[in-house]
């Protein structure tokens, strides 16, 4: 399968953008398309040193159809897009039940060409949150914006794609569940989210949840080896919500590590998605009005 081939069940493919990004990146390279070491905790196929975003459409059959959409946005430090296990597994499991779902390939920040070199930089990376916060404040501006003109794209288009206006959320994966959640916090009122899930995501830092802030659930596991990175973040963005009085479930598993997306692992937290599905029925967010 090539980058410009669409993935299996996948409907169409859009640029966000078709006119060019209203901002370029500093430094932007060719888009590269790989597969991480088997030395990594997950062996998977990734994208980095993206510049032209993009939504990859997963729509369910008319007769199946709930008219209830989500933005998916895959996970990778916002320097890689894990887009299989955190993107079209989970479109796919989605529009099997009927809900439409949209993978987005947002900006990233630039990494090396160089296989080995880009390793090294992740590594340092990952062992260095201190250097890598202030880029991923740098670069939260285009996130912002690739993540609001998914949910607006998606909104013009609703009566097209078989859609609600009213009930298209953001899914997010790790950095992608970063994304989501300050489109949330920081992004125009007008182009929020109508309900938010980040899946073990972080780096939001202090939250007071925003006015009509959208209903939230939140998933990760205890030994997330990001530790408090991830764990503490999230407790932080669930008070924030139930100090509002805003609708928030958190799930809490005691095993499942980081990144697990839609992969099994033989654990409870394999199945997060069944109950993401089944808090979007009881909030009311699967059935036509």
């Not at 407790?235 to 805003?246: H, Q």
Request: aromatic share 10%; net charge negative; glycine share 8%.
């Amino acid at each position: 399968m090539t980058a410009t081939t669409l993935p299996p069940q996948a409907t169409f493919e859009v640029l966000l953008w078709p006119g060019g990004t209203p901002t370029r990146i500093p430094g932007a390279r060719a888009e590269r398309w790989f597969t991480s070491p088997p030395s990594a905790p997950f062996h998977y196929r990734q994208v980095r040193n993206v510049t032209e975003p993009t939504l990859t459409a997963f729509l369910p059959d008319a007769a199946q159809a709930t008219g209830t959409a989500v933005v998916l946005c895959p996970g990778g430090a916002h320097q890689t897009l894990a887009v299989d296990h955190e993107g079209h597994d989970a479109a796919r499991w989605l529009a099997e039940r009927g809900v439409a779902a949209f993978v987005l390939k947002n900006r990233l920040m630039p990494t090396p060409d160089d296989d080995e070199a880009f390793e090294d930089h992740m590594r340092h990376l990952m062992d260095h949150a201190d250097v890598l916060r202030p880029l991923v404040q740098a670069h939260l501006p285009y996130l912002i914006e690739d993540g609001q003109r998914a949910l607006q794209l998606i909104r013009e288009h609703a009566a097209e794609w078989n859609l609600s206006p009213d009930r298209t959320g953001m899914l997010g994966f790790s950095a992608g569940g970063h994304l989501a959640t300050m489109v949330a916090l920081q992004g125009d009122e007008t182009a929020r989210p109508d309900f938010l899930a980040p899946i073990y995501g972080s780096m939001w830092g202090t939250v007071t949840a925003p006015q009509h802030a959208p209903p939230l659930f939140i998933a990760y596991a205890n030994d997330d080896p990001l530790g408090d990175f991830v764990i503490e973040a999230n407790l932080t963005l669930y008070r924030a919500w139930r100090a509002s009085g805003t609708a928030a479930e958190l799930h809490a598993y005691t095993r499942g590590g980081h990144g697990f997306g839609m992969l099994r692992q033989g654990l409870p937290s394999d199945h997060w998605i069944e109950r993401f599905y089944d808090w979007l029925r009881a909030e009311g967010l699967l059935s036509r009005p």
